[in-house]
């Protein structure tokens, strides 16, 4: 596969959620709810993982 050169969806993903998490961080730090925001940091990829692993037992490898 070739890569694609200059601006592509994928790209303007990733600044957009890289964007959003230093807004959130940021809004965290001012509301002075900076514990929360670390938790849920914290807690949110075991989750997925924990459900992914869930989700591959009961359907199956593909």
């Known amino acids: 596969m070739t890569r694609k050169k200059g601006l592509t969806i994928g790209k303007v993903r ?19 709810t900076v514990p929360a925001r670390i938790g849920t940091r914290i807690i949110g990829p075991l989750f997925s993982k924990a459900l992914s692993g869930i989700i591959r037992s009961i359907f199956g490898k593909r």
């Open 14 to 32: 990733k600044v957009l959620y890289q964007s959003s998490r230093i807004l959130g961080d940021t809004n965290s730090v001012v509301r002075g």
